[in-house]
């Protein structure tokens, strides 16, 4: 029987654990990032150690004696949290941006061992009765969360079961983590090239055109990386080459992924089977802001009621652009979506992406968004003097009254084998006394100046929109937690921050410090204003489209995979989208979200409703106003995962979360 603190002695306990947490010292368990591995074997070592120490204080923890207390057992418990979190962030950076493929090869194989780890973790009864025996008297209201969400996510690993189910568990899980790693790997793999006559690139951009020469057989070859494959979508006027790069996009790690993504599917459905629920979804939606797949479905329906009506008349000026030169069309083919989308913007609003795009040079871009962030939040963000693991990668540091709050990577240009979305890996947890977070963000935009690295407006949405997601970690380090810092609040409410601070770059005042032509002149007010009336339009099919994927995401995750997972898809994906998928496609296999995010797709838009509701407060009282910002840093960002998200967006606000902002957006579409 464990001996009962007596309330005395828990109260003082309490008391004394502020002043011990400043006392702390740096976690010389967690090495150094090793950005400058040089071969496969060092990384092997590294994650080696790693296991080895998650093992070793998981066994000092299942053999604690006396007492459950917050001082000791807690915080072996949230030093494991920190280990792994340090383990799996390298780890999926290893994977996602080492040069050759021996080192990626080993990040991949790192990660499955540290998500084998977190799960034997999460399946150990002895140490669940540990925390459980953990009076909560007297207990700070962060704390109290961390250990109900914590002791919750071993209830729902499994923890109860008989040690025979929870080692057919583990099993299940390690499989999981291990064709999860093979789908996203298959994905980097998944590269493919079509190749083009020159007179197919007419209408593109001169510097797109310049960088693409023909080689010795005459042929241009083209990727499906981002910076070649959205500007063909969008500027070629050759259809044939868009339709034939399109279905190359589209059949990424396809078939390779196929039984892969078939194995992840069952897996899922046979674990939440063994837990005792009906099918994944309804599993992993449990520690979620919207905790059902019945709750998701109304959102999609309520958000598709809004969206619908603009995705209508979207789908009609289209058309109706398309019949301009295909006077017998019926229908919009999704190779021409993008391609009709910018000859609407054009022709209805008088916005010319190409024109505005000569304003968006990386260089100039990157130093933007360094600099609003400085500007809005009353920061200084300097460059970090450390290892990189390639020359074009960018390492800052963010402080806050001179003191070091963050450090950062930028990995911004693509290469081959590399990564070829867009993500924010976070890599360091940040604790108060202890540690500050470190992250990298990894993209693929052009590199350089006026001459190499023009940008279209999308791409620059998207890297504050990523860098969004850096600063939510960076403003929240000053938790006493590793489980509770950071980015660790509900995971339905992750993109919200991030989607709200894509409205930055659509205003003026923003743009014109750093939007500018080669010859150094800022973007024209009156094409901002453009950029602004043509902004609504498209809007409602790209949110159908969105919508589907959430679509996809939930039902895929409600049984078995299917017998025709490629079908199933499709038939999923055409109860929202209005543009629906070409033939052949077989997207699936290159949706990493299915692997990142299970059936919860759905947070994209649910963090939309929110991050427009949020977006409120700095319409009424200025883009540009501190009082507002340093509000929205220190309820929303700051407590990190320390509270419910609700309630920091519900204090923001000062009223529940309401659809009525994004309501009100779709109606703009006109």
Not at 308 to 325: F, G, I, M, N, S
Not at 594 to 606: C, F, K, N, Q
């Amino acid at each position: 029987m464990l001996r009962k603190m007596t309330l005395a002695a828990l109260l003082a306990a309490t008391t004394s654990l502020t002043a011990q947490a400043r006392q702390l010292p740096i976690d010389s368990f967690i090495e150094p990032i090793h950005a400058d591995a040089k071969d496969a074997a060092t990384l092997k070592a590294v994650c080696d150690r790693e296991i080895a120490e998650i093992e070793r204080r998981q066994s000092e923890l299942e053999a604690e004696k006396g007492p459950a207390t917050q001082l000791r057992t807690l915080q072996r418990y949230d030093d494991i949290v920190n280990l792994i979190t340090a383990a799996s962030g390298e780890s999926t950076l290893y994977r996602q941006i080492m040069a050759d493929d021996a080192r990626r090869q080993a990040g991949a194989a790192c990660e499955v061992r540290v998500a084998n780890a977190t799960s034997k973790l999460n399946l150990s009864r002895p140490i669940y009765d540990r925390l459980k025996a953990i009076p909560t008297i007297g207990m700070s209201n962060a704390t109290k969360l961390y250990l109900t969400r914590t002791l919750a996510s071993f209830e729902r690993s499994g923890v109860a079961s008989d040690p025979a189910k929870r080692a057919r568990i583990q099993a299940l899980q390690e499989q999981l983590a291990k064709a999860s790693t093979e789908f996203a790997e298959n994905i980097a793999k998944g590269r493919k090239t079509v190749t083009a006559d020159p007179a197919e690139l007419e209408g593109l951009p001169a510097d797109y055109i310049a960088a693409h020469k023909p080689g010795a057989d005459g042929k241009v070859v083209i990727s499906t990386d981002y910076p070649d494959i959205n500007p063909v979508m969008a500027y070629a006027k050759s259809e044939a080459l868009r339709k034939r790069l399109s279905l190359a996009n589209l059949t990424r790690a396809y078939r390779e992924n196929d039984a892969v993504l078939r194995r992840v599917l069952d897996l899922r459905q046979q674990i939440a089977t063994l837990l005792g629920r009906p099918n994944y979804a309804a599993l992993v939606l449990e520690d979620k802001m919207l905790t059902t797949p019945e709750k998701v479905e109304k959102l999609l329906t309520d958000m598709a009621a809004a969206a619908r009506p603009a995705a209508e008349r979207d789908y009609a000026k289209k058309l109706a652009a398309q019949k301009l030169t295909q006077p017998d069309a019926t229908k919009i083919e999704p190779w021409n979506n993008a391609y009709l989308g910018r000859q609407v913007q054009q022709s209805l609003y008088a916005y010319d992406r190409q024109e505005s795009r000569k304003y968006f040079a990386y260089n100039q871009v990157r130093d933007g968004i360094l600099a609003l962030t400085q500007d809005l939040f009353g920061v200084e963000i300097r460059p970090w003097k450390t290892a990189v693991w390639d020359p074009a990668v960018e390492p800052y540091e963010l402080l806050d009254h001179g003191k070091v709050i963050g450090r950062f990577y930028f990995d911004s240009h693509p290469r081959p084998g590399k990564y070829n979305h867009a993500n924010m890996v976070p890599l360091r947890n940040g604790i108060v006394g202890r540690s500050i977070p470190v992250a990298a963000l990894v993209m693929n935009m052009p590199a350089g100046d006026h001459s190499t690295g023009l940008m279209e407006h999308g791409d620059v949405v998207t890297f504050l929109h990523e860098f969004g997601h850096m600063l939510h970690g960076m403003f929240s380090p000053g938790q006493r937690w590793a489980g509770v810092s950071g980015i660790t609040t509900e995971w339905d409410f992750v993109e919200a921050p991030s989607q709200m601070l894509e409205e930055w770059v659509f205003d003026y005042d923003t743009l014109s410090r750093f939007a500018r032509d080669a010859k150094g002149n800022p973007i024209p007010r009156e094409l901002v204003a453009k950029m602004n009336a043509a902004r609504y339009f498209d809007l409602g099919l790209a949110d159908m489209r969105q919508l589907a994927l959430a679509n996809i995401s939930l039902r895929l995750h409600q049984g078995p995979a299917p017998a025709d997972i490629g079908a199933e898809v499709k038939r999923l994906d055409a109860q929202y989208n209005m543009v629906p998928l070409m033939e052949g496609s077989q997207f699936q296999d290159a949706f990493g979200h299915l692997t990142e995010y299970s059936a919860v797709y759905y947070t994209y838009r649910w963090s939309k409703v929110i991050a427009d509701d949020m977006f409120t407060q700095f319409e009424a009282k200025g883009l540009r106003d501190r009082a507002t910002a340093d509000r929205y840093r220190r309820v929303v960002l700051q407590p990190g995962g320390s509270k419910p998200a609700a309630q920091m967006v519900e204090e923001f606000l000062g009223r529940p979360i309401s659809l009525d902002a994004y309501k009100a957006e779709m109606a703009r579409n006109k």
